[in-house]
T-cell receptor, first 115, second 113 residues
Framework: SAVISQKPSRDICQRGTSLTIQCQVD?????MFWYRQQPGQSLTLIAT?????????ESGFVIDKFPISRPNLTFSTLTVSNMSPEDSSIYLC????????????FGPGTRLTVT | GENVEQHPSTLSVQEGDSAVIKCTYS??????FPWYKQELGKRPQLIID?????GEKKDQRIAVTLNKTAKHFSLHITETQPEDSAVYFC????????????FGKGTLLTVNP
């Protein structure tokens, strides 16, 4: 499976600021996704990162709050904008490597704390 | 809407016993069902998956079964070991979705030595 890295691994931010999280894959992948996992909770899909076009957001998530870029087939960024304590969570990227396989693999996550 | 229900939310077993976690899904067109294991502070790890054209799949001590008629699938872990202790998530790819997964709420499995 692809090797996925995320930066930063964790951060503590003040409310009202923004943080950009990077997701890098060691090979070209078919699909990239961004998830949020709140403490003790399951995984919630934020959006599908589309290469060269606007991301596709799930219900409850909007581009102004979570702008996403995917300039190529190995890299994506998620920005958490105008943060509030409710944004404290783990943010994970995931990838589907092959168009004929549905297998989805996760990055190590970014633990965000907003004070 | 698309929904995956997972039970139980917590499960405690003795080492060597079997553990079974069950999930039901809402969309009869769903065609892919993975299971993830997440240890504390780690990323979710894909441990086994099954497609809708298969009824059962095994990999050493773990197996997944699928009942399409009833729209449920289960994870079976035999001869449990303390290192199996983790949160397990089921997921489903709903028909028509572009590789997107919907996750269950998770099961905290504790294997007592």
């Amino acid at each position: 499976s692809a090797v996925i890295s995320q930066k930063p691994s964790r951060d503590i931010c003040q409310r009202g600021t923004s943080l950009t999280i990077q997701c890098q894959v060691d090979s070209q992948v078919t699909m990239m996704f961004w998830y949020r996992q709140q403490p003790g909770q399951s995984l919630t899909l934020i959006a599908t990162a589309n290469q060269g076009s606007e991301a596709t957001y799930e219900s409850g998530f909007v581009i102004d709050k979570f702008p996403i870029s995917r300039p190529n087939l190995t890299f994506s960024t998620l920005t958490v904008s105008n943060m509030s304590p409710e944004d404290s969570s783990i943010y994970l990227c995931s990838v589907v490597s092959s168009p004929i396989s549905y297998e989805q693999y996760f990055g190590p996550g970014t633990r965000l704390t907003v004070t | 809407g698309e929904n995956v229900e997972q039970h139980p939310s917590t499960l405690s077993v003795q080492e060597g016993d079997s553990a079974v976690i069950k999930c039901t899904y809402s969309d009869s067109a769903s065609n892919y069902f993975p299971w993830y294991k997440q240890e504390l502070g780690k990323r979710p790890q894909l441990i086994i998956d099954i497609r809708s054209n298969v009824g059962e799949k095994k990999d050493q001590r773990i197996a997944v079964t699928l009942n399409k008629t009833a729209k449920h699938f289960s994870l079976h872990i035999t001869e449990t070991q303390p290192e199996d202790s983790a949160v397990y998530f089921c997921a489903a790819k709903f028909g028509g979705s572009n590789y997107k997964l919907t996750f269950g709420k998770g099961t905290l499995l504790t294997v007592n030595p």
